[in-house]
């Protein structure tokens, strides 16, 4: 079960730096986004900040068990949010943070059975 704690976290990790890569580098894509969301452009480096200690957090939390759960669950209620601010904004278009909620929940619910001291 640890082994499949640690890829799925890798892959979530991965995953939100890939996202801080497009959101500091201002890609098209996002700002399609963030227009479409109606959120300002202000907002974009704090949420790159907040996904880039997310990826940091997961893979510390691989070595440190206390912020496995703290981690993973901060993730799930960010991209609990981003849904929300899709839905709210009537774009359907749901696959990609519905991939990111996915990985993060998959971190957490492992996290959870690996014994994390929480």
Known sequence: ????????TLLAAAA???AVILD????PMILGNMEKLS?????LPVLGALKGLAAI????????PPLRVLT??????????????HLRARDYAL?????FLGLAV???VLALQTGAPF
């Open 1 to 8: 079960m640890y082994i499949t704690y640690v890829v799925v």
């Open 16 to 18: 939100n730096t890939y």
């Open 24 to 27: 500091f580098t201002r890609d």
């Open 39 to 43: 959120l300002p452009m202000s907002w």
């Open 57 to 64: 957090g997961l893979v510390a939390g691989i070595f440190i």
């Open 72 to 85: 993973a669950g901060c993730m799930v209620l960010f991209f609990v949010g981003a849904i929300l601010a």
């Open 95 to 99: 696959v990609s943070p519905g991939i």
């Open 106 to 108: 998959g971190a957490l």
